[in-house]
């Protein structure tokens, strides 16, 4: 049980918050909260910055290495371009479509990951239809290449998506990579098997203006007309609602998901929203409920989540596509700590580079975080 309280408390529908604050005014939790966090805030500018400093009185502090972590609100693009180059910013993440112009200078290390909660997908309705089948479904994984969608949408950076969890998860289940690996007989098999040898017409809503999204769904389309399978893009500004609620068509394609136990528990369990057509299975239930009692990272918590990932895609209760990349570009924080050394020591030094190399950027940095009453 403790496992599975402890979380909890750092909820935002279940922390503990002092009931002196919510006896208060509203300010009082906003700019003094009381919390038992590795940071506590110093200074909230609604819309500008968040300043946090170490909490001493945190239970693990001596593992704290960071004296203060200062969140500014910039927007993505130009923004987080000028914060980093005016040493405002120590790290941004950019968006995918910046990638290639960043790379083109050396001022910024460029760090690419995989996140459990950037990724393309669609949830599912299994309710009635074709997609009530299991193996169109499977079908339906199988006419994807994740890995041409990977190169032609996310620039190479992403990573196919066999499961719930990224492959550098110790939650990944090994047995699932390339498990649904493009392959279109197969797919033609699975839909004659089912019953669909002329295959069928499938609606697909995506929410519009985003062009990851949009892209992937015409790559799809023309992959799955190759099964005989026609899908209808569906370009709608009410999306979510329409495909949670009113359920106009089975599958929606988003870039993004709930991280953690409410990955699995959103789409796949009864009473969530993200159910879609309610779908219900006791023997996944009965995996859920376990892991809602175990620890996180024990043995047994990695073992039953590797099941609940085979269960979830062997039975495809969703189309799984992409990890889309997390970009985050960091100005060169080695150069910017010699440099501070030499302020620091009253020493001489000379800063070097080729062009665009970022002498300037990490000069600006050092500057910018020098202690004006000294």
Same mark, same amino acid.
């Given at each position: 049980?403790?496992?599975?309280?402890?979380?909890?408390?750092?909820?935002? =529908?279940?922390?503990?918050?002092?009931?002196?604050?919510?006896?208060?005014?509203?300010?009082?939790?906003? =700019?003094?909260?009381?919390?038992?966090?590795?940071?506590?805030?110093?200074? *909230?500018? /609604?819309?500008?910055?968040?300043?946090?400093?170490? #909490?001493?009185?945190? $239970?693990?502090?001596?593992? &704290?290495?960071?004296?203060?972590?200062?969140?500014?609100?910039?927007?993505?693009?130009?923004?987080?371009?000028?914060?980093?180059?005016?040493?405002?910013?120590?790290?941004?993440?950019?968006?995918?479509?910046?990638?290639?112009? %960043?790379?083109?200078?050396?001022?910024?290390?460029?760090?690419? &990951?995989?996140?459990?909660?950037?990724?393309?997908?669609?949830?599912?309705?299994?309710?009635?239809?074709?997609?009530?089948?299991?193996?169109?479904?499977?079908?339906?994984?199988f006419a994807i290449d994740r890995r041409a969608i990977n190169d032609a949408v996310l620039d190479g950076k992403g990573e196919p998506e066999w499961a719930?969890?990224?492959?550098?998860?110790?939650? +990944?289940? =090994?047995?699932?990579?390339?498990? *649904?690996?493009?392959?279109?007989?197969?797919?033609?098999?699975?839909?004659?098997?089912?019953? *669909?040898?002329?295959?069928?017409?499938?609606?697909? !809503?995506?929410?519009?203006?985003?062009?990851?999204?949009?892209?992937?769904?015409? !790559? &799809?389309?023309?992959? $799955?007309?190759?099964?005989g399978v026609e899908a209808n893009i569906i370009s709608d500004p009410n999306a979510t609602t329409d495909a949670y609620i009113r359920h106009t068509a089975?599958?929606?394609?988003?870039?993004?998901?709930?991280?953690?136990?409410?990955? !699995?528990?959103?789409?796949?369990? /009864?009473?969530? !929203?993200?159910?879609?057509? #309610?779908?219900?299975?006791?023997?996944?239930? @009965?995996?859920?409920?376990?892991?809602?009692?175990?620890?996180?990272?024990?043995?047994?918590?990695?073992?039953? $989540?590797?099941?609940?990932? =085979?269960?979830?895609?062997?039975?495809?209760?969703?189309?799984?596509?992409? +990890?889309?990349?997390?970009?985050?570009?960091?100005?060169?924080?080695? @150069?910017?700590?010699?440099?501070?050394?030499?302020?620091?020591?009253?020493?001489?030094?000379?800063?070097?580079?080729? %062009?665009?190399?970022?002498?300037?950027?990490? %000069?600006?940095?050092?500057?910018?975080?020098?202690?004006?009453?000294?």
């Amino acid at each position: 049980m403790a496992g599975a309280f402890y979380p909890l408390l750092a909820g935002q =529908e279940s922390f503990i918050v002092a009931p002196s604050q919510l006896r208060g005014a509203e300010a009082a939790i906003n =700019e003094a909260p009381i919390g038992a966090g590795a940071f506590r805030l110093k200074q *909230y500018v /609604p819309n500008q910055e968040i300043q946090l400093v170490r #909490n001493p009185r945190y $239970w693990d502090a001596k593992d &704290i290495h960071l004296k203060e972590l200062d969140l500014v609100n910039a927007q993505a693009g130009a923004q987080s371009v000028n914060a980093l180059e005016s040493g405002l910013a120590d790290v941004a993440q950019i968006p995918l479509a910046d990638l290639r112009a %960043v790379q083109s200078t050396s001022a910024y290390h460029i760090t690419v &990951i995989s996140s459990q909660t950037q990724k393309l997908w669609m949830p599912t309705c299994k309710l009635t239809g074709p997609l009530s089948n299991a193996q169109v479904r499977q079908a339906l994984n199988f006419a994807i290449d994740r890995r041409a969608i990977n190169d032609a949408v996310l620039d190479g950076k992403g990573e196919p998506e066999w499961a719930l969890w990224p492959k550098s998860s110790i939650y +990944f289940p =090994e047995s699932l990579n390339d498990y *649904y690996a493009f392959n279109l007989r197969k797919a033609r098999r699975l839909l004659v098997t089912a019953g *669909y040898r002329s295959g069928f017409h499938v609606g697909l !809503i995506i929410g519009p203006g985003d062009p990851t999204v949009e892209k992937t769904a015409e !790559i &799809i389309q023309a992959e $799955w007309r190759q099964i005989g399978v026609e899908a209808n893009i569906i370009s709608d500004p009410n999306a979510t609602t329409d495909a949670y609620i009113r359920h106009t068509a089975p599958l929606y394609l988003i870039s993004s998901s709930r991280g953690g136990l409410a990955s !699995i528990n959103g789409p796949y369990r /009864p009473g969530d !929203i993200g159910d879609m057509c #309610n779908y219900d299975s006791p023997h996944l239930d @009965a995996m859920l409920n376990q892991l809602d009692m175990l620890t996180p990272g024990t043995p047994k918590d990695v073992s039953i $989540w590797k099941a609940a990932q =085979e269960f979830v895609t062997k039975k495809a209760l969703a189309i799984q596509v992409d +990890f889309v990349p997390v970009v985050f570009r960091q100005a060169h924080q080695e @150069a910017v700590a010699r440099i501070s050394f030499c302020i620091v020591e009253s020493a001489m030094g000379v800063v070097t580079g080729d %062009v665009g190399a970022g002498k300037t950027v990490a %000069v600006r940095a050092a500057v910018t975080g020098l202690d004006p009453s000294r």
